[in-house]
Nanobody, 123 residues
Framework: QVQLVESGGGLVQVGGSLRLSCAASGLLFSVYTMGWFRQAPGKEREFVAAISWGGGGTYYTDSVKGRFTISRDNAKNTANLQMNSLKPEDTAVYYC????????????????WGQGTQVTVSS
């Protein structure tokens, strides 16, 4: 049974930082691209960042480039999202996902999803 469990969300002020983690089990983690998506109230789930199976390729949506950094540790079966200079528009539920894809910018490219963790940026 595949499980992806996110942690690290919370309430932070504008300009602050958070580090999200995704712990994976039940799959051969090292062959999956890992992605982070987010969904704000009343909006569709959107791509945030992805990292290829070996970590050599990283991809970001334009609005987070230079502020967010995705990483992975295949020995620990974890994927992380370091979020700096947070803005109110970053407020959303953040989901990690695993898929057999190259860059994975759409939800349909991911087979497995976590339950999500809330990130709230207050002004």
């Amino acid at each position: 049974q595949v499980q992806l469990v996110e942690s690290g969300g919370g309430l932070v002020q504008v300009g602050g930082s958070l580090r999200l983690s995704c712990a994976a089990s039940g799959l051969l983690f090292s062959v999956y691209t890992m992605g982070w998506f987010r969904q704000a109230p009343g909006k569709e789930r959107e791509f945030v960042a992805a990292i290829s199976w070996g970590g050599g390729g990283t991809y970001y949506t334009d609005s987070v480039k230079g502020r967010f950094t995705i990483s992975r540790d295949n020995a620990k079966n974890t994927a992380n999202l370091q979020m700096n200079s947070l803005k109110p528009e970053d407020t959303a539920v953040y989901y990690c996902a695993a898929g057999r894809t190259l860059s994975g910018r759409t939800t349909g490219q991911y087979a497995y999803w976590g339950q999500g963790t809330q990130v709230t940026v207050s002004s």
